[in-house]
């Protein structure tokens, strides 16, 4: 015999019938307490729906008759009970738990299809088993129940809140706060603890697996029950006894030294790298070849690029990811379904690639992506344009931070001559360089940074002394008189750090030589007065502070190089009679040093003039009148944002 099984996943295109076979599926039997799930009986197979209609006429010629009836849906478990006794009687749960229902049955479906076993009927994992606690049925159902009313089988509050929204009852499996892999062997789970107790007391009454039965997710999800005299059970789970796990030599010595155990033993994945080790997604390299499936490839980063980068023309984008010189690295997920991209233009006989576009979608950011996308990048260039070691990329203001944590830097160490009018010039944008390291591994950067934490935590604990404490001076106890007289031989566990009197004799000669002031508006006094050693320090403004750091940015701004030195009037002989009041960074650094503004507006004010020296003097659309433009826009730009901090 064969079965269909419904394969699409949209809930609008689905019917009721269709819905409550998705339920069944992953819903334990309400009568039976062994069955975790409509599943086919020995010798019935199942394929999906979406099956082409050749398989079924081969199939025909197999049973011996043409005029033999097509293939229908499953409707009956192997225990002999219908979807009605899988909990998908939507009459009985209602509309809302119903539709409740369907949502996370469509979500394991689809984790199901990612890795090709939607028609396999056994298969689970850790994933699908914990999103599969939220089919389970409500505590009064769960024992035998064709002899109560409906309204005593759903006496028990519905599994969803009301208020909660549909999106909320199903997130993604993997954002969850811990999985233990200790289930998949039938050991106890102490992530039961999280579990709430309806479904931990549901679990409870399901029976051990018997032979030719499923059961509902990994075994460390049951618990055993107290045994009648007859052998039958009461459905009261016996306590449970939490056996802690032993440590080993290393543990303890870590717990001695004061460094905690499981801060060098949890290591979190993120879902990037388990979708990429499952098969969910893969990273491929493409280019415009002509053949189809680049093409479709080329095509879906071209949507990604023009959805998550808005204010870049569509047309420039599809013509440089089109482009025959451009190259490209995709994420493909459920088959050419493009989900992160990167588009790159190489340069090898310069030594150097530019990156055009990167983007992830919006709605997997969160997964890393974006990390691993990169980190796949520099194995390819590395792979496919030996001696190439350098990157280069516009970025604008709301990507630098993350293209400093992947090792890009705003200073840029390469010839200005190897890659200047190769690479495209973007206004508002903020050029960075990357150079690989050539021993790192970046596709194993991750136990590489393990090693390397193990490394220096080895060294601290060797070293460490944080478990000793020392006992208080009681010169500083309650009731000691105000007139304390402290030698630093006194102080307990100085001296055990190292510490000697050459040292403290050292420090007294450099602060001799070396006097720090403290200024206040008043007046200047010493810190440590009558001591015979002066202790002065200088306390900036915050007004100070920011324009040491925005003077600073503006002179490291890609686009400032023209207002770094003052114009000079042998190579520019009718600059000054243009200029009246010529300013330039360097003079703005002197004027700073030597304390000439006295409020911001001013410091602003010589700041904007240099702008408005270069657009009088430069004809508009020049490159000179492009980077006023530019430099002062971000000079806008930070001002606006210490307005908003200041608020």
């Known amino acids: 015999m064969k079965y269909l099984y419904p394969a699409g996943h949209a809930i609008d295109q689905l019917s009721p019938s269709l819905l409550s076979l998705k339920i069944a599926r992953h819903s334990p039997c309400s009568v039976c307490p062994s069955c975790s799930g409509l599943h086919p009986a020995p010798g019935v197979q199942v394929v999906p729906d979406n099956a082409s209609n050749e398989s079924f006429l081969d199939d025909l010629g197999h049973y011996g008759s043409d005029e033999e009836e097509p293939p229908t849906y499953l409707e009956h478990c192997a225990c002999s009970h219908s979807v009605n006794e899988h909990g998908a009687n939507e009459h009985e749960i209602g509309t809302e738990e119903f539709r409740r229902r369907s949502l996370v049955a469509i979500r394991l479906d689809e984790l199901l299809e990612d890795v090709g076993k939607l028609a396999d009927f056994e298969y689970t994992d850790v994933d699908i088993a914990n999103l599969r606690q939220r089919m389970k049925l409500p505590v009064s159902i769960v024992a035998p129940s064709h002899n109560l009313s409906p309204q005593q089988r759903f006496k028990s509050p519905l599994l969803s809140s009301p208020t909660s929204s549909i999106l909320s009852d199903v997130p993604p499996p993997n954002k969850r706060r811990r999985i233990s892999f200790s289930s998949l062997s039938g050991d106890d789970d102490d992530d039961d603890e999280d579990t709430p107790l309806a479904a931990r007391l549901a679990d409870s009454t399901a029976a051990q697996k018997a032979p030719g039965k499923r059961t509902a997710g990994p075994a460390a999800a049951r618990l055993p029950t107290n045994t009648l005299p007859n052998g039958r059970s009461n459905g009261i789970p016996e306590p449970r006894v939490k056996i802690e796990e032993k440590l080993d030599e290393s543990q303890v010595a870590r717990l001695a030294t004061g460094v905690p155990v499981d801060s060098a033993e949890i290591k979190t994945e993120k879902a990037a790298a388990v979708e990429l080790r499952k098969g969910i997604i893969r990273v491929t390299a493409v280019e415009n070849d002509r053949q189809p499936r680049s093409l479709v490839i080329l095509t879906g980063l071209k949507t990604l690029f023009q959805k998550q980068l808005p204010k ?27 989900v992160g991209g990167i588009c790159f233009r190489p340069f090898a006989h310069r030594g150097f690639a530019e990156i055009v576009f990167f983007a992830t979608a919006s709605v997997d950011q969160v997964k890393g992506y974006g990390g691993m996308l990169m980190d796949h990048f520099k194995a390819h260039i590395r792979k496919a344009y030996p001696g190439m070691n350098h990157f280069l990329t516009y970025a604008d203001n709301y990507a630098v931070g993350y293209f400093e944590k992947q090792g890009f830097s705003k200073e840029i160490n390469l010839d200005r001559s190897i890659w200047a009018g190769y690479i495209k010039d973007y206004e508002g944008g903020t050029i960075m360089q990357c150079t690989m390291l050539p021993k790192v591994d970046y596709l194993d950067k991750a136990s590489i940074t393990t090693r390397q934490q193990e490394a220096i935590l080895t060294k601290i604990r060797q070293m460490s002394r944080s478990h000793i404490v020392h006992r208080g001076l009681p010169q500083f106890q309650e ?14 566990g100085l ?9 403290a004799e050292k420090q007294i000669k450099a602060t001799r030589s070396v006097p720090v002031y403290w200024r206040t508006e008043d007046e200047n006094q010493p810190l440590f007065p009558g001591s015979g050693i002066l202790m002065r320090t200088t306390r900036k403004s915050p007004d100070r502070l920011f324009m040491e750091r925005l003077l600073r940015e503006l002179k490291n701004h890609h686009q400032a190089w023209p207002f770094q030195l003052p114009v000079n009037g042998e190579e520019v002989p009718d600059y000054h009679t243009v200029i009246e009041k010529p300013m330039d960074f360097l003079t703005m650094e002197h004027k700073l040093d030597n304390n000439q503004y006295s409020t911001l507006d001013q410091f602003i004010t010589d700041a904007r003039l240099v702008f408005d020296n270069c657009r009088l003097y430069n004809q508009e659309g020049s490159i000179y009148h492009k980077c006023a433009n530019s430099v002062e826009k971000f000079l806008n730009d930070q001002l606006k944002e210490r307005e908003k901090r200041d608020g």
């Open 312 to 338: 870049m023309p569509r047309e420039y984008i599809a013509r440089l990811v089109y482009d025959s010189s451009s190259k490209a690295l995709a994420i493909i997920k459920r088959g050419y379904k493009v």
């Open 479 to 492: 009731g000691a008189p105000k007139d304390i007289t402290v030698e630093p031989k006194d102080v307990p």
């Open 495 to 503: 001296k055990e750090s190292g510490w000697s009197p050459s040292m």
